[in-house]
């Protein structure tokens, strides 16, 4: 049982560079989401979808861009990276009461 | 509107002292609150969660929290802090449905041998 599994681990891009996150769950959850943790603000909502072709803005959408074609599978894209993206991105499955988070991915934009 | 203010950035105890991490939140639901760790480069464990059972909510290691609606908070404790603690704690509450989860901006526990 993998639960959410997110790749790269580690990435380190040039301005202007284009890249995906993966996120992949085998829980058959709903709902998915895409958060990013910076210092001393917590996690903030990207994105997030409720079922396979719907997803909706989180609180900081803007330079993401997402889709979700199957109910397992949640990609995000960064289509110009920007220094300002650089940051810890966490994806998430839920159902019911409880989230469960990806391991993290650390994306350096220089 | 959803909201979480953890009250201490930073909250630095002995070992073997008690712990409160301050929660205080704003719903315009019934809410569900939970509890995170976060230990240096991991990712996030979940500690406990509240969704209107019982107001007072036993968690892993040890911790606790009570949600208390007049004052509407949700502190962690834990009565006695071990070396292993040490982590960033964040509180979270989510909306009815629950595809959207609300984070405080978390605590640093730092524990002193």
């Known amino acids: 049982n993998a639960g959410v599994t997110q790749t790269p681990k580690f990435q380190v891009l040039k301005t202007g560079q284009s890249m995906t996150l993966q996120c992949a769950q085998d829980m058959n959850h709903e709902y998915m989401s895409w958060y990013r943790q910076d210092p001393g603000m917590g996690l903030r909502l990207i994105h997030y979808s409720v079922g396979a072709g719907i997803t909706d803005q989180g609180e900081v959408p803007n330079g993401y861009n997402v889709s979700r074609s199957t109910t397992e599978d949640f990609p995000l894209r960064l289509l110009s990276a920007a220094p300002s993206q650089t940051s810890v991105y966490f994806c998430a499955s839920s159902r019911g009461t409880t989230i469960y988070f990806g391991e993290g991915s650390w994306l350096t934009v220089v | 509107a959803q909201s979480v203010t953890q009250l201490d950035s930073h909250v630095s105890v002995s070992e073997g002292t008690p712990v409160l991490l301050r929660c205080n939140y704003s719903s315009s639901y019934s809410p569900s609150l939970f509890w995170y760790v976060q230990h240096p480069n991991k990712g996030l464990q979940l500690l406990l969660k509240?969704?209107?059972?019982?107001?007072l909510v036993k968690g892993i290691n040890g911790f606790e929290a009570e949600f208390k609606k007049s004052e509407t908070s949700f502190h962690l404790t834990k009565p006695s802090a071990h070396m292993s603690d040490a982590a960033e704690y964040f509180c979270v509450v989510s909306e009815g449905n629950f595809n959207k989860f609300y984070f405080g901006s978390g605590t640093k526990l730092n524990v002193k041998p």
């Open positions: 509240y969704t209107s059972a019982a107001t």
